[in-house]
């Protein structure tokens, strides 16, 4: 029997960190290549530390909400960081200013703007999804949208996105099939519609989502994931919840930490 903490050679492993209610998404690529997506609404090390992270090649903000980027400096000044990604939206908060400051002194790090482009981590592809335009929709519907591919294991990940910017990328034909979905806005209701499952077809759906007043994950977006995928968690309940893909397309699911 294998160490559950052992990375298995030929599988990308996805885990939905246990940041409490806000995203972080750690992947890392059978060759050791590392991404984080979102990094929490606390300071580091949001669970990041139970991993053997040498280097992290991507970091992305998929929108300046506190409970996605809370933790990103604290990241910045632990680990080697070689790309940074977000959409160019900006906010008003402490949170994010320290976060804009930080990269501004971190000459090292190289900025990347989310558009549509594929970027290569390892073994995997990372492809960043087409944006509605700068200022026509709210800080959540302008989300970073990631389709991560390793083989025939695909994963759909993008933040907070509500209704109007799930139908964009319907719209815009860019939603592929895929086998783990990170539902979008913490389970809420606002954040997700038939057309868009039925286009994504999850076989796993996790919900990054802690103790919280907005009612989520709600019951109605719990039944529509239900309805369609086969496995449906969240880390409220689970704590961390790592998948693992593999390039023929299978996959595993590990709960209970790295």
């Known amino acids: 029997a294998t160490d559950p903490g052992d990375v298995q050679e030929d599988a990308i492993q ?63 000044n632990t680990y080697p960081v070689q790309f940074y990604m977000d959409n160019t939206d900006t906010h008003t908060t402490v949170t994010y200013r320290e976060l804009i400051e930080t990269l501004q002194q971190r000459t090292e790090i190289t900025y990347l703007v989310a558009e549509p482009r594929t970027i290569q981590l390892g073994g995997a592809e990372i492809q960043v999804l087409p944006l509605l335009p700068p200022g026509s929709a709210d800080l959540n519907n302008r989300s970073v949208g990631l389709v991560v591919r390793y083989g025939a294991f695909t994963a759909f ?43 994504a077809q999850p076989e796993v759906v996790v919900i990054s989502v802690g103790v919280n007043t907005y009612g989520h994950p709600h019951p109605e977006a719990v039944q529509a994931y239900e309805a369609v995928a086969d496995t449906v968690m969240t880390t409220r309940e689970q704590g961390p919840v790592t998948i693992l893909g593999y390039s023929d397309g299978r996959y595993e699911i590990r709960t209970g930490g790295a």
Do not use: Y
Not at 25 to 34: D, M, N, S
């Open 14 to 76: 996805i885990t939905f960190l246990d940041v409490g209610q806000g995203d972080g998404v750690l992947i890392r690529t059978p060759e050791g290549a590392t991404a984080l997506v979102d990094a929490g609404p606390d300071d580091f090390p949001n669970g990041l530390d139970d991993f053997d992270i040498e280097r992290l090649e991507l970091v992305v903000a998929s929108h300046p909400h506190a409970d996605h980027i809370g933790g990103m400096v604290g990241v910045m």
């Open 157 to 199: 990940l993008s933040g907070d996105s509500e209704i109007e910017e799930l139908t964009f990328w319907v719209e815009q034909e860019v939603v592929p099939d895929v086998t783990l979905l990170k539902a979008p806005h913490h389970g809420g209701a606002d954040a997700v519609t038939s057309e868009f499952l039925e286009r």
